[in-house]
């Protein structure tokens, strides 16, 4: 039984945009190659954050600790969690799962 807070290799694998179905390793280390000047330019990694816009600000947050030499940004919410949310900001926008 892993603590919610705990760091996971499994982490890297999380997908933060789960309409493209990007993980947050491949988020983080196009941040690190290509160091855009926008997080908005993140949709150049695989189209993260270009579907129903749920992901954005988690996105502009991985950017941020990226940009600031942090070497493992992290979600502060379970996967469970996450998923669930997004479902109920689909919902409220009126998008279909
Ligand atoms: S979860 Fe990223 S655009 Fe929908």
């Known amino acids: 039984m892993s603590d919610e807070t705990e760091v996971t290799p499994e982490d890297g694998e999380r997908e933060v945009c789960m309409c493209f179905h990007v993980p947050l390793n491949k988020i983080a280390k196009y941040v690190r190659l290509h160091r ?33 030499g942090e070497e493992n940004p992290s979600i502060s919410m379970s996967a469970e969690e996450y998923k669930a949310r997004r479902a109920q900001y689909r919902k409220e926008k009126g998008l279909e799962e």
Do not use: N, Q, R
């Not at 189209?47 to 941020?64: E, R, S, V």
């Open 36 to 68: 855009p000047p926008l997080a908005s330019e993140l949709a150049h990694c695989y189209g993260a954050g270009t579907g129903c816009g749920w992901c954005i600000p988690f996105l502009t947050k991985i950017y941020d600790e990226v940009m600031a």
